[in-house]
């Protein structure tokens, strides 16, 4: 068996990409943060309401530092258009693209596959069935309209833990097995979500289906945002304490064995806690494809394979990315809101096909 100090050596890849001394890579990140504030800023001020940036300010001064005069600045409209509307959807924004980019680096990684997401293993199609079961069979007038959202978090994490079964039943589970589970399992919740749909006949249970499917921020809550928020950035934190491991993983399962460690157990570990924080995502917005996938496909081609690096730069990127992905489907069509999922989609599929066209890098090792 070999000893930490070699699993060290492996689990610090080479240094790839443009960013290749420590000093550049700390000024990025720095550079990324500050980004990520005056995104923040900036977009707590566009809207379709016309509300000066002064008092946009103005009240968040009021709110976090008690700042300002409180009967101008407590309540009326434009306060709660700037503290209940636009500022908890700029930080559900932020938490979708933390949580949708580092779930994509960790299955990327997982899987051996730079064109995976955090969708691969049939999380959506079992969301996607949990949405269809809470709004075709009337869970949303028993229970109100977050029962769409947790139904689809469970359907999300219930399909995750199937495909950890069947791809542990018989011979070993490796990648090549988790693939092929999450392909089979998408189909059959894919089925059973049209063979709801088909019994039910409910034309306006089939146009709410459609609008969760294609994803929205507008539903935010401060509510959900201090339940979410938290969760999000300790699977990141999680995530990155973990990056030897991750880096090890691109090397392949025979050179770990090598070196006296089992991805097995640690492969299992992510993916659960991955299904979580994707089902915790998927309940908080509906379903937005291809954050996780183009997000860290990009950072790793510019970064490098160390996962000590893209995690974080993945984090951020994808944070500033949804922000402005959200201001741009308040503002794009007048007087109307584009689905973010929508606008995501158009960006992000002549992305994947470019991807699929031109891999400009790859991870090496074996299955």
């Given at each position: ?78 306060h709660d258009v700037v503290w ?18 580092v779930c994509g680096v960790v ?261």
């Amino acid at each position: 068996m070999q000893s930490t100090k070699s699993l060290r050596k492996y689990g610090n890849n080479e240094e790839k990409g443009f960013v290749k001394t420590k000093p550049l890579y700390i000024l990025v990140i720095m550079g990324l943060i500050v980004a990520l504030i005056l995104s923040i800023l900036f977009a707590v001020t566009i809207g379709s309401s016309d509300i000066s940036i002064k008092q946009v300010y103005q009240i968040i001064g009021y709110k976090l530092f008690s700042i300002g005069n409180e009967n101008n600045l407590s309540n009326g409209a434009i306060h709660d258009v700037v503290w209940f509307i636009r500022l908890p959807r700029i930080i559900l924004a932020l938490c979708v693209g933390i949580g949708l980019s580092v779930c994509g680096v960790v299955m990327q990684a997982i899987v051996k596959n730079p064109l995976a997401d955090p969708y691969i293993l049939g999380v959506s199609s079992g969301a996607s069935l949990g949405a269809t079961i809470a709004i075709m069979l009337g869970f949303t007038t028993l229970l109100g309209q977050n029962s769409i959202g947790i139904f689809a978090f469970f359907g999300a994490f219930l399909v995750s833990m199937l495909v950890l079964m069947i791809s542990n039943t018989g011979s070993r589970s490796n990648s090549t097995k988790l693939l092929l589970a999450g392909m089979a399992l998408s189909s059959v919740c894919s089925a059973f979500s049209s063979f709801i749909v088909y019994i039910k006949n409910d034309a306006e249970g089939m146009k709410n289906i459609t609008f969760w499917l294609m994803g929205s921020l507008a539903g935010a809550k401060w509510e959900e945002i201090v339940f979410i928020l938290p969760l999000i950035l300790i699977g990141t934190i999680f995530f990155l304490s973990q990056y030897r491991i991750l880096n090890l993983m691109l090397l392949g399962d025979d050179v770990a064995i090598t070196l006296g460690t089992d991805l097995h157990r640690y492969r299992q570990v992510y993916l659960i806690v991955t299904s979580l924080l994707v089902g915790l995502v998927v309940y908080s917005s509906g379903m937005i494809g291809f954050v996780g996938l183009i997000i860290p496909h990009i950072v790793r081609g510019l970064f490098g394979t160390d996962h000590k690096k893209i995690i974080p730069i993945s984090a951020l990127l994808g944070a500033i990315f949804l922000i402005w992905s959200d201001v741009l489907s308040r503002i794009i069509i007048r007087n109307a809101e584009l689905p973010i999922g929508i606008l995501i989609s158009m960006i992000g599929a002549p992305c994947f096909v470019y991807l699929m066209i031109r891999r400009s890098y790859g991870f090496g090792g074996t299955n």
